[in-house]
């Protein structure tokens, strides 16, 4: 069974930090990129940022560069994202994704492995 677990939501008050893992199944995670996604209710699931399977390159959207982070452990079949000065606005559930190409993407189409998300919550 192919699997992604996302860990590590919760709230926290604007200006904090916080870290998200998911851990994948080795066949889900093997030569693949992965990618962090978030979405709110209502609106479609947004790009965050993804890496490549070999780790050496990393892209985000705008919104988060310089506070975020997406690093991986091909040992240990894991994916972070961490996350720094957090923002009400990036109140969102998070989803992490097995992209089908060892390089990232920001289309969502492009992943066809997906998490049950995790909730961050950032109070103002």
């Known amino acids: 069974q192919v699997q992604l677990v996302e860990s590590g939501g919760g709230l926290v008050q604007a200006g904090g930090s916080l870290r998200l893992s998911c851990a994948a199944s080795?066949?889900?995670?093997?030569?693949?990129?992965m990618g962090w996604f978030r979405q709110t209710p209502g609106k479609e699931r947004e790009f965050v940022a993804a890496?490549?399977?070999?780790?050496?390159?990393?892209d985000y959207t705008n919104s988060v560069k310089g506070r975020f982070t997406i690093s991986r452990d091909n040992t240990k079949n894991t994916v972070y994202l961490q996350m720094n000065s957090l923002k009400p606005e990036d109140t969102a559930s998070y989803y992490c994704?097995?992209?089908?190409?060892?390089?990232?993407?920001?289309?969502?189409?492009?992943?066809?492995?997906w998490g049950q998300g995790t909730q961050v919550t950032v109070s103002s």
């Open positions: 994704a097995a992209c089908r190409y060892s390089s990232g993407s920001y289309y969502s189409q492009n992943y066809d492995y």
């Open positions: 080795g066949r889900t995670f093997s030569g693949r990129a």
């Open positions: 890496i490549s399977w070999s780790g050496g390159s990393t």
